[in-house]
């Protein structure tokens, strides 16, 4: 079974081959090294350098003690987002991107604590969050494309003095679960979609043709009916696509 | 505790207190006159008048031998779709659309058997349906608006023959599982969004002005990991709206 091949490259072809089929996709980690010399049974001079020749390749990257992941290598690929499930919703957007291969960026324009609260109407429902409230208002960026812009609501009375935290790098909700011991319930999102055009000074992607972007709404409910966070946000229409998988309930019983 | 309002219409205030502020929504069914018997303790007189009532008032319409059903009342209100969980996947279109109130119409442009197959690009992955498969094309209307223009590509070696079936009011999900008896494994959705501009060919919608619309990509995959259906459809972003309802996986253990 000798072939001219290096075992080494004929490992990181495969791997590259499930990237270029989509089995692999951006900001998927690719087997770790010693994922390979488990499957492949190779030395671990082999399965190191089968990884170095996809990064070098450009298809991957490594992140120090992360791992390896599927960079994002087309300049007009979107950015796809799984809408659901709740480990999905709990990702940073920073971290997805970071993963990717992007470079993320905010910038805040607004950060106010509102005293009266606020309320907001998600999916046909009237919502409220009583005040003390955090609003912040940010523009979110991958290499200079503005993906994003923000607004989150934050209970400051479930979450006090949360302004004080670093909430650029981190996932919001893993600082609700973990700062805060908050129990969450669930998170309601709506999708919705408009039209920004050019110069409409409330908004801020500077688009010079017409643009379509998801508008999205959304809840984050605690154990007992109280909301912690609301959402307001736009995302650029050809830039992102938003995902889901849906399996039927009791698929392993009837296996 | 006698006030001068009759009981049955301070149940159907009740109700409709419950449409308004969105606890019931467009499409739900509101309690049955067996159930308000239970919930108010009242005749089977009254509650069928409080029913009435909300009827008459225009909030709800009966379905005859289903039940009382909330109307989507307002001439720009969303219509509002669940994107996942799999039951939402499963349900059809114009009863759905019956539900709410409206007339639902189907307008079928193009019912063709493709000898050679099908292959799409859904979330970056590439599916491919075998040959023979029914492409259908379909414009879907309520009330004479156009509001979804709709591909389907069934193969016909898991579902043979399905072409004889009246396709337009049933749920083509349900004739998988209940005509061919197809396991379903998972459902795939990806949401994009585009412009369509005025007087463009390729589509349907004679909008007069651009308009934003989601552009639906999905495939249904059955237990041996073949795909029974792939859809392209495109939904008027001005009417539709998605939704997703997410909950921690474990989050009855953690009470």
Same mark, same amino acid.
């Given at each position: 079974?000798?072939?001219?091949?290096?075992?080494y490259?004929?490992i990181?072809?495969e791997?590259?081959?499930?990237?270029?089929?989509?089995?692999?996709?951006?900001?998927?980690?690719?087997p770790?090294?010693?994922?390979?010399?488990?499957?492949?049974?190779?030395?671990?001079?082999?399965?190191?350098?089968?990884?170095? +020749? @996809?990064?070098?390749?450009?298809?991957?990257?490594?992140? /120090?003690?992360?791992?390896?992941?599927?960079l =994002? &290598? #087309?300049?007009?690929?979107?950015?796809?987002?799984?809408?659901?499930?709740?480990?999905?919703?709990?990702?940073?957007?920073?971290?997805?991107?970071?993963?990717?291969?992007f470079?993320?960026?905010?910038?805040?324009?607004?950060?106010t604590?509102?005293?009266?609260?606020?309320?907001?109407?998600?999916?046909?429902h009237?919502?409220?969050?009583?005040?003390?409230?955090?609003?912040?208002?940010?523009?979110?960026?991958?290499?200079?494309?503005?993906?994003?812009? +923000? @607004?989150?609501?934050?209970?400051?009375?479930?979450?006090p /003095?949360?302004?004080?935290?670093?909430?650029? =790098? &981190? #996932?919001?909700?893993?600082?609700?679960?973990?700062?805060?011991?908050?129990?969450?319930?669930?998170?309601?999102?709506?999708?919705?979609?408009?039209?920004?055009?050019?110069?409409?000074?409330?908004?801020?992607?500077?688009?010079?043709?017409?643009?379509?972007?998801f508008?999205?709404?959304?809840?984050?409910?605690?154990n007992?009916g109280?909301?912690?966070?609301?959402?307001?946000?736009?995302?650029?229409?050809?830039?992102?696509?938003?995902?889901?998988?849906?399996?039927?309930?009791?698929?392993?019983?009837?296996?």
């Amino acid at each position: 079974m000798k072939s001219g091949i290096p075992k080494y490259k004929s490992i990181s072809k495969e791997i590259i081959q499930k990237i270029e089929s989509g089995e692999f996709q951006p900001g998927d980690k690719v087997p770790s090294e010693n994922e390979l010399i488990d499957m492949y049974e190779v030395s671990n001079t082999t399965a190191r350098k089968s990884l170095l +020749e @996809v990064e070098l390749e450009g298809w991957a990257k490594r992140i /120090k003690g992360k791992g390896t992941f599927v960079l =994002n &290598r #087309s300049e007009d690929r979107h950015i796809t987002r799984v809408l659901g499930p709740f480990h999905a919703v709990k990702e940073s957007f920073n971290e997805n991107l970071i993963r990717e291969g992007f470079t993320p960026r905010n910038v805040v324009l607004e950060k106010t604590i509102l005293d009266d609260g606020i309320s907001s109407n998600i999916n046909n429902h009237h919502y409220i969050i009583k005040g003390p409230v955090l609003k912040i208002h940010r523009l979110r960026y991958a290499d200079d494309i503005l993906l994003k812009d +923000e @607004v989150r609501y934050i209970s400051l009375t479930l979450c006090p /003095k949360i302004n004080m935290h670093d909430l650029d =790098n &981190r #996932s919001l909700i893993s600082m609700y679960e973990n700062i805060y011991d908050l129990q969450l319930k669930n998170v309601e999102r709506t999708l919705g979609n408009t039209i920004i055009y050019p110069l409409d000074q409330k908004y801020y992607f500077e688009n010079e043709i017409p643009m379509a972007v998801f508008v999205l709404d959304g809840a984050i409910f605690c154990n007992d009916g109280e909301i912690v966070e609301m959402e307001q946000s736009y995302y650029r229409g050809d830039k992102y696509k938003f995902s889901i998988v849906a399996k039927p309930q009791f698929s392993i019983n009837k296996n």
